[in-house]
């Protein structure tokens, strides 16, 4: 007899590893504990936190995909780092599988939870938040709202994941037949359609903006609701799901396609026209970019190009007291001394110092994300006719003295050409052998500390069996310049949420829609060079013009479309953005099939230490834009197809 098991069923009645145990007694399975749960005022927000509880938390690096399982960072040895402990590398190592499948938010295992007991969890709140007593109306209707905005977010987070999903609208009871029950995939228009639905519904009863930040930071809010329905709607209207033709006998049970192989161009006007109405809410709420004011205390005035790298940097480390750009993030995904620690090398001089220090550095950018950031005329370096591209990787000595350098490269020490004359944001973004590191506890950016990647230097990795950059970089743009390392070479952490949107994202996926509707136009470059501007560069009509190979590029529709990706790619380094982006445009194929590289990072010898080296050779396949669903998980449930080509 068919069998189809309710895969909500099923997450009610397994216990998930790590997750479920914490609120065992808010989200009870029996009636009697769950009338209780909803007997007050009090009861019912402890249920709402539960419901906000299983938001992926964007600072667990070894869970969040979109941080190891792409091509941004490279750990530095299997040996340090396993496969239970650092799943997503290991998926960046084509180690992906249908039978233990790595990071699974389906069941939850393998470093994932199960993101259906979210959605569970989101139904049971709905059906019964009308239900409390001690609530003002509006309250409850504003509570229902933000969950229903939840269980639509949780819906988008999986269909990235798995493809076409079952839609979860109302929850099964717990006593239902299993031969009752029926959910199957369904197509992907259908599942983008009901989160925009579901969104929409939930807007209203929504508050515009947080009224009491310190209380409620990291709460859906309009602004939060219309931000992430403009992302959701780019998905859509992107190659992966929008006119897809990869998978044409991907169909449901009634023979209907799963994935729309029609190219459909109104879907980048709905989107375009998404982000719009959210810039024009999240601007007129008084969220702005964020632009780094120097501290009055400062011995001495910071140079401009200080501002600019610290721009950047506060963009995503700043708290959001102090940072008006942060649209939404997840307060309780805190990047603290171990979420630093493991972006920042930084080490005292004083070997007898160097074991004490909590810092690790093996969050490593591999050299393949460092040449992507455009050189000081802010167009790429393999289009600048005034860098010498072709001998980036040549040996370069930093002049004594006063100079253009001085500020961010160490006078007197010996790098490389690839180091020199790029774009603020890669100063901002990225620490090197050779550079500069600037922090709060230092009087000025003349007294930055300068960093020495090489063996005996205080970011070497020889300083350390385990913590060290296996590529010979770190991304100082997750380091908060207000952490302090003291003079005993302890280290003490600015804590700072994960962001999941802020307004330059926004601007982004604005420009990127505006061109894919009508080309190039003022208003795209408006919001292009509105980013640009904020980092110190010109636009991107006269940087072109001025300085690249092909300086008719911005004019047309396909130049602009690969300057539009280039610069989310630099603006949003580091933010789990890339890992997402590369699959919605479907250029994964092309970009993960790629080595990866570093430095010879063990040599004393700067002509040694710069010897480009093949860390791993990558394989991306087709089927790899959307992960497996467990065998076993298909063997139970006959009616649910397994992801696409697994």
């Known amino acids: 007899m068919k069998k189809i098991l309710s895969i909500i069923l099923l997450a009610a009645l397994l216990v998930l590893p790590g997750a479920c145990n914490k609120y065992i007694d808010i989200v009870p399975d029996n009636i ?42 490279w750990m530095n040895s299997t040996t340090n780092f396993s496969q239970g402990g650092w799943p997503n590398w290991y998926i960046a190592m084509s180690g992906q599988n249908s039978n233990s499948p790595l990071l699974n938010y389906w069941d939850g295992n393998n470093g994932g939870f199960s993101i259906w007991q979210g959605i569970r969890d ?19 209707d504003r509570w229902q709202a933000e969950v229903s905005f939840l269980k639509a977010y949780y819906h988008y987070y999986l269909l990235r994941m798995y493809g076409p999903v079952p839609i979860v609208d109302v929850n099964t009871d717990t006593f239902e037949d299993p031969e009752n029950i029926h959910y199957e995939r369904q197509s992907t228009d259908k599942v983008f359609t009901y989160i925009i639905n579901t969104i929409d519904e939930a807007i209203p009863a929504l508050m515009e903006n947080v009224m009491q930040p310190a209380e409620e930071n990291g709460r859906v809010t309009q602004v939060v609701a219309k931000a992430m329905k403009a992302e959701i709607l780019v998905t859509a209207a992107s190659p992966l799901f929008n006119g897809n033709s990869d998978y044409p006998g991907y169909i449901d049970a009634a023979g209907e396609p799963l994935f729309n192989a029609s190219y459909d161009p109104e879907k980048w006007s709905i989107a375009a026209e998404a982000c719009r109405e959210a810039i024009t809410l999240a601007e007129g709420s008084g969220i702005s970019l964020y632009k780094w004011v120097p501290p009055t205390n400062m011995a001495q005035v910071p140079q401009q190009s200080t501002i600019y790298q610290m721009s950047i940097r506060g963009a995503v ?12 993030v997840n307060n309780s995904s805190m990047a603290g001394a171990s979420e630093q620690g493991h972006a920042f090398m930084v080490r005292s001089p004083d070997p007898e110092k160097i074991a004490n220090t909590s810092t690790g550095g093996y969050m490593a950018p591999t050299l393949n994300i460092v040449e992507k950031f455009y050189s000081k005329n802010g167009v790429p370096i393999e289009e600048d006719y005034t860098y010498d591209y072709a001998n980036r990787y040549e040996l370069r000595e930093v002049p004594l003295g006063d100079s253009p350098y001085q500020y961010d490269l160490t006078p007197g020490y010996t790098t490389i050409n690839l180091h020199f004359d790029r774009e603020d944001r890669f100063y901002g973004s990225v620490s090197f052998d050779g550079g500069r590191y600037f922090m709060s506890n230092h009087g000025s950016d003349k007294d930055a500390w300068s960093t020495n990647y090489r063996p005996g230097g205080n970011c070497a990795a020889t300083n350390s069996p385990t913590r060290y950059s296996g590529t010979g970089y770190t991304p100082k743009k997750l380091v908060s310049y207000r952490s302090v390392i003291g003079n005993d070479n302890n280290y ?6 994960y962001t999941m949107m802020r307004l330059a994202n926004l601007y982004l996926l604005y420009a990127e829609a505006l061109n894919e509707v009508n080309g190039p136009s003022e208003e795209v470059f408006r919001y292009l060079d509105a980013i640009r501007e904020r980092s110190g560069l010109r636009g991107v009509r006269e940087s072109w013009l001025d300085y690249s190979v092909q300086p008719n590029k911005p004019n047309s529709q396909d130049g602009l479309r690969e300057i539009i ?11 789990a953005q890339r890992f997402w982006d590369l699959r919605r445009w479907k250029t994964a194929q092309v970009e993960l099939n790629t080595p990866i590289y570093g430095w010879d990072i063990l040599q004393g010898d700067p002509q040694t230490y710069y010897r480009r080296r093949v860390l791993f050779s990558r394989s991306f396949t087709l089927r790899e834009y959307f992960w497996p669903i467990s065998n076993n998980e298909i063997r139970r449930n006959d009616g649910l197809l397994q992801s696409p080509l697994w």
């Open 32 to 73: 009697a504990e769950l009338h209780m749960a909803f007997a007050s005022r009090t009861m019912a927000e402890r249920y709402l936190h539960t419901c906000y509880s299983w938001i992926p938390k964007g600072h667990n690096l070894s869970t969040n995909a979109a941080m190891l399982a792409g091509d941004e960072f």
């Open 122 to 140: 989101c139904n049971i709140f709905i059906e019964n938040i009308q239900g409390v007593e001690e609530m003002e109306q509006q309250e409850k």
């Open 317 to 328: 480390t700043a708290r959001q007291d102090l940072n008006h750009e942060a649209i939404w």
């Open 492 to 497: 003490t952490a600015y804590e700072y949420p």
């Open 565 to 575: 990706r280039r610069e989310r790619t630099i603006e949003l380094a580091f933010e």
